[in-house]
């Protein structure tokens, strides 16, 4: 398809252990994010890419997590030492790159952290 | 820095029936406005949005919403609701300068009554 894909959709980790979510946006979109999703919550702004350059990583929640886009298309999310709080879903979404062009996004990677 | 208020956590309405999700919004300037659905276990679908121009904007599926200013409103609207509607629904501002996130709103679940 031609939308906006997310893996795994699922993923369960015990606490302390490292985690990789990946992305892989519409072909064409230069502007990639990544959101979290806590349950019975609105998605929260996590950090915005635009081609490989990360210009705005001010959500990220503590040094454990990074993320990267390193040739501008597929991004990989990665938290270090997980901790029962950052159970959520983590939503990427991608646009064309103008400032309002609508962002899509993928179905998200649901993590559980036992 | 953008803020949203979606007042109504659940609504209820009964087929057929009209519906009208509030969204509030603070932003100094002129907003970049979004409605999202979201069923369960997916990821976010837009259903409209408002750059400019018109203040009545029309979407998918039947939807419509009116950009108030002066209320700083952006409701979300359909004459008549079908099973298929119910889900959650998010509503989204993006600012006009400076970062390109979106900051959303709680979500209203919307559950529709046979």
């Known amino acids: 398809g031609a939308g906006v894909s997310q893996s795994p959709r699922y993923k369960v980790a015990k606490r302390g252990q490292d985690v990789a979510l990946r992305c892989d946006p519409i072909?064409?979109?230069?502007?990639l994010f990544w959101y979290q999703q806590a349950l019975g919550q609105g998605p929260e702004f996590l950090t915005y890419?635009?081609?490989?350059?990360?210009?705005?990583k001010s959500g990220l929640p503590s040094d454990r997590f990074f993320a990267e886009r390193p040739e501008g298309s597929v991004s990989t999310l990665k938290i270090q030492r997980t901790q029962q709080e950052d159970s959520a879903v983590y939503l990427c979404?991608?646009?064309?790159?103008?400032?309002?062009?609508?962002?899509?996004f993928g179905d998200g990677t649901r993590l559980s952290i036992l | 820095a953008q803020s949203v208020t979606q007042p109504d956590i659940h609504i209820t309405v009964s087929e057929g029936a009209s519906l009208e999700l509030r969204c509030n919004y603070s932003?100094?300037?002129?907003?970049?406005l979004f409605w999202y659905v979201q069923s369960p276990g997916q990821g976010l679908q837009l259903l409209l949005k408002?750059?400019?121009?018109?203040?009545l904007v029309q979407g998918i599926k039947g939807f419509e919403a009116e950009f108030k200013r002066s209320q700083s409103s952006f409701n979300l609207r359909k004459p008549s609701v079908h099973w298929s509607d119910a889900a959650e629904y998010f509503c989204?501002?993006?600012?006009?300068?400076?970062?390109?996130?979106?900051?959303f709103g709680q979500g209203t679940r919307l559950t529709i009554n046979p």
């Open positions: 890419f635009q081609n490989e350059a990360q210009l705005d």
């Open positions: 932003y100094g300037a002129t907003p970049y």
């Open positions: 979404a991608s646009s064309l790159g103008s400032r309002g062009q609508p962002q899509h």
């Open positions: 989204a501002v993006g600012a006009s300068q400076g970062a390109q996130k979106l900051v």
């Open positions: 072909s064409g979109h230069v502007s």
């Open positions: 408002y750059f400019s121009g018109d203040t």
